[in-house]
Nanobody, 123 residues
């Protein structure tokens, strides 16, 4: 059984920063990739950032490149998303995801998901 638990969300003003954490538990040793997605009401869930391939490669959505950084603490089985220069359009529920088989940015089939955490950026 795998569990992913997000933390670190909240409200911040535009230009501010937040760091999201995703703690993984259970069978995690053979994860190939982990990542972050976000969703706003009425829209599809969208990819934000991923770390994969031995957790040394990263990918970002164009909308967050240069502002967000994904990283992983292997000893703690935790993935982080450092979000800087936040904009109101970053407001969403952020979800952590993990995949045993695929680069999560390309394929979410059979992925594990956290429950999501709210991030609100005010102007």
């Amino acid at each position: 059984q795998v569990q992913l638990e997000e933390s670190g969300g909240g409200s911040v003003q535009a230009g501010g920063s937040l760091r999201l954490s995703c703690a993984a538990s259970g069978r995690t040793f053979d994860f190939y990739s982990m990542g972050w997605f976000r969703q706003v009401p009425g829209k599809e869930r969208e990819f934000v950032a991923a770390i994969f391939g031995g957790f040394v490669n990263t990918r970002y959505a164009d909308s967050v490149k240069g502002r967000f950084t994904i990283s992983r603490d292997n000893a703690q089985d935790t993935v982080y998303l450092q979000m800087n220069s936040l904009k109101p359009e970053d407001t969403a529920v952020y979800y952590c995801a993990a995949s045993r088989f695929f680069a999560i940015q390309n394929q979410t089939r059979n992925a594990y998901w956290g429950r999501g955490i709210q991030v609100t950026v005010s102007s």
